[in-house]
């Protein structure tokens, strides 16, 4: 079963902040998360592995809660590259099932 | 020097026909995927391939067909295509394990008429 995001879309102004959650109804042993631009193929923006671990990519970090078997996305002082949908992954086995996607758009 | 590449970018072809996508890996990963995203952006997982076990979600029809010549190529087959077809599909490698990220190639956008 795949992870569900939220929001399903976002428009920000450049400089604002925005947050994208991913949640489980199945037990979340790592959260994977990629960012796609429009035309492209999905980029690997970083794993996390173990509950309350938080990571960071230039301005955007994430956390995982392993227990509320979520995780966030949090994309800060946003950028114009940062536009794209942002998937969340949730590997199991050899299968790697992605979330609906957030389609993230900045403005000038 | 490309690490996933899929051949071809673009396909368009009639209903009923059969068709292939080429990919291949120079990454040395030991697992491949298929991905087929819709029109609205869905990603969904359609095979993993490791080391000769084949994991296939069951929502798959069973037209569609994975097929691995050796460790760096997953090639799909697609038979009778159907107008639901259409799609863009990626295929991806990566290291077996959840720790490992996934690499994706640029993606196949098939139509079909």
């Known amino acids: 079963q795949q992870p569900v995001q939220s929001p399903q879309a976002v428009i920000l102004r450049e400089g604002e902040d925005a947050v994208i959650n991913c949640s489980s109804s199945?037990?979340?042993?790592?959260v994977h998360w990629y960012r796609q631009k429009h035309g492209e193929a999905p980029v690997f923006l970083m794993i996390l592995l173990k509950g309350g671990e938080q990571k960071g990519h230039e301005k955007i970090s994430a956390s995982f809660n392993e227990k509320k078997q979520q995780s966030s996305l949090y994309l800060t002082a946003s950028q114009l590259s940062y536009s794209g949908t942002y998937f969340c992954?949730?590997?199991?086995?050899?299968?790697?099932?992605f979330g609906g996607g957030t389609r993230l758009m900045v403005k000038p | 020097d490309t690490a996933v590449s899929q051949t071809p970018k673009y396909l368009v072809t009639q209903m009923g026909n059969d068709k292939s996508i080429k990919c291949e890996q120079n990454?040395?990963?030991?697992?491949m995927y298929w991905y087929k995203q819709d029109s609205k952006k869905f990603l969904k997982i359609m095979f993993s391939?490791?080391?000769?076990?084949?994991?296939i979600n069951e929502t798959v029809p069973n037209r569609f067909s994975p097929k691995s010549p050796d460790k760096a190529h997953l090639n799909l087959h697609i038979n009778s295509l159907e107008l639901g077809d259409s799609a863009v599909y990626f295929c991806a490698s990566s290291h077996k394990g959840q720790v490992a990220e996934a690499f994706f190639g640029q993606g196949t956008r098939l139509t079909v008429v």
């Open positions: 391939y490791n080391n000769k076990e084949l994991i």
């Open positions: 990454l040395g990963h030991d697992t």
């Open positions: 199945k037990a979340l042993y790592s």
């Open positions: 992954g949730s590997p199991a086995g050899n299968m790697l099932t």
